[in-house]
């Protein structure tokens, strides 16, 4: 119970709020949170003006506490599943153009077969959704990555191989003949490989125009704004006119399911997989895998 506090108080940066999320009067939770503190015998909390904020040792145990919480929830779930098959929840992460038909069409055939399953789906970028998965926020995530490296405490599944693509205006070309285009790219984060991919190529692109949106990304692409990098899932979903592209020779990112914890998995967390897994032999064009 004071564990659950103290991650209510370090995800909303409140008492107030932790209170409102948790249903309690906000003397209860001052009321754990002081417990807790001399039960481990250090501040986890200091005064901030009106409010308060987490001293480093909060921090550090907030960390810890919103893992324990997340498993406590997963087992939970687990040991529902268990006692009725035909029920469960599984809590799942995925990236934009994976969730818009991998998941999608894996979420639908678990309606219809096993209607009793809750699915919960969030859209992330990998790290966070590794994040999540490791913290017991989440029960399943579906990741990319551009090499054969994947974190050891996980179990990794490889789905398949997404080749990216460059979107110009004119079909046929490479990296090299847009060396002085301007160029459109996602966040920091999100950018790092199409730069690897430019300077491998001999430059650096100049990146004019930011977004992690595909449709916008082509919009800007047909418009003459410049030039992009869609791995070719995006493009299943969505195609603006006046846009061509060109697979890239040796740049692919390869796409995984990702689960933490030792075998079994929770019967609905399998079902779900196991319906990803029949989403992705049916996808057109055929993954690569």
Do not use: N
Request: charged share 20%; hydrophobic share 45%; with cysteine.
């Amino acid at each position: 119970m004071r564990l659950h506090v103290l991650a209510a108080v370090a995800r909303t940066g409140s008492v107030t709020k932790a209170a409102s999320d948790l249903g309690y009067a906000q003397s209860s939770v001052s009321h754990h949170l002081s417990r807790l503190e001399a039960q481990v015998g250090v501040p986890l909390t200091q005064r901030a003006g009106r409010g308060i904020r987490l001293t480093p040792a909060g921090e550090r145990l907030a960390q810890r506490a919103a893992e324990i919480v997340g498993r406590v929830e997963s087992a939970e779930s687990e040991l529902a599943a268990i006692a009725d098959l035909r029920t469960g929840k599984v809590r799942v992460a995925g990236f934009q153009s994976v969730l818009s038909t991998v998941v999608t069409d894996a979420a639908a055939h678990l309606q219809e077969s096993a209607p009793g399953i809750e699915l919960s789906l969030a859209d992330l970028h990998p790290d966070i959704a590794l994040q999540q998965l490791r913290e017991g926020v989440i029960d399943v995530a579906l990741v990319f990555r551009y090499d054969d490296t994947v974190p050891e405490d996980m179990r990794f599944t490889h789905l398949f191989d997404d080749p990216m693509h460059l979107i110009s205006r004119q079909a046929g070309q490479t990296l090299v003949d847009h060396a002085d285009s301007p160029w459109i790219a996602g966040c920091d984060r999100c950018r790092r490989e199409v730069v690897s991919a430019c300077e491998s190529a001999g430059f650096t692109p100049r990146i004019m125009y930011t977004s992690d949106d595909p449709v916008v990304e082509q919009a800007m692409v047909a418009a003459g704004l410049g030039v992009t990098t869609l791995p070719g899932l995006a493009l299943t979903t969505h195609r603006a006119a006046g846009i061509e592209s060109t697979e890239l020779k040796d740049f692919r990112r390869r796409v995984y399911v990702a689960r933490y914890g030792e075998l079994p998995d929770a019967p609905a967390t399998a079902a779900f997989v196991q319906a990803v897994g029949r989403a992705v032999s049916l996808l057109d064009p055929p993954a690569t895998g």
